[in-house]
């Protein structure tokens, strides 16, 4: 018997005497280099990816869930368990990434709530608490408040930059990135005006304040934070560009 011929090859014209035509169909890469498994990226991700639902999993137990999951803290974290589970189950089983619009959006709501959480909020006077309870934190909703403001922001930035491939990102992902924001902040102004007067943690950020800044004031502030998360969004496309390649250090080359 003869050995079948492969079919990653052009087609070739008959040689008279010598070979009949050969012909050629299209090969998809995987049967010619065999994907491979990431392990560490796989045990760094499910770290990760429990991580951020710990401290979730902590405040709901600690507080009331509806009350929680107003947080946009809280549905940052989440948006990384879920992600990063997912990412780890590919990397496990040598499939394609995640898009880099999603893994994007990810690390770049996670990274805003880490600056927004220790620029504005650590320090404000009497204490900020997702839970409920009056004053600063303690016990283990101050773990949950660790684990999700500044553990999350610097383990997933430590993925992108030591596990992932650059380059992944694109300029027009940055518009698309600022619309949950937009959607979460009218989110948030909807909720405070449904709710009476004088009710506990009525808008969730002081920030969107409405009885402490206007309408105005919210206007103001909603422009400001909107041209800083769109400013570091774009930062953060240009580092992904530029940097180099952890996974595979020899594809660029000065």
């Known amino acids: 018997m003869t050995a079948p011929i492969p079919r990653d090859i052009p087609d070739l014209p008959a040689i008279p005497g010598i070979a009949p035509p050969i012909t050629s169909s299209f090969v998809p890469a995987t049967a010619v280099v065999a994907p491979t498994r990431r392990p560490r990226a ?30 946009f803290t809280i549905q940052a974290n989440i948006l990384v368990a879920v ?5 780890a189950r590919r990397a496990w089983a040598a499939r394609r990434p995640l898009s880099g619009a999603v893994t994007g959006a990810t690390l770049l709501y996670i990274v805003t ?6 620029l504005l909020l650590a320090d404000r006077p009497g204490g900020f608490s997702m839970t409920g309870e009056a004053g600063a934190p303690t016990g283990w909703p ?14 997933v930035i430590a993925d992108w930059l030591l596990l992932t491939h650059p380059g992944r990102m694109a300029l027009r992902h940055a518009v698309t990135w600022v619309l949950y924001p937009l959607f979460y902040l009218l989110f948030s102004l909807i909720r405070g005006a449904m709710l009476a007067p004088g009710t506990p943690d009525r808008y969730l950020y002081p920030f969107v304040d409405v009885d402490r800044h206007g309408y105005v004031g919210i206007l103001g502030n909603t422009a400001i934070l909107g041209l800083g998360f769109y400013v570091l969004a774009l930062v953060t496309i240009a580092v992904d560009h530029l940097r180099p390649d952890p996974v595979r250090p020899r594809a660029r080359r000065p």
Do not use: K
């Not at 101050?142 to 383990?155: E, G």
């Open 42 to 71: 796989t045990a760094f991700r499910i770290f990760v990816a429990l991580v951020a639902a710990a401290g979730v999993a902590i405040d709901l137990l600690a507080g009331s869930a509806l009350h929680v999951l107003a947080y």
């Open 83 to 87: 992600t990063f589970a997912v990412s």
């Open 113 to 118: 709530t880490g600056l927004v959480y220790h």
């Open 142 to 155: 101050w773990v949950a408040d660790q684990l999700l403001h500044t553990v999350t922001p610097i383990v």
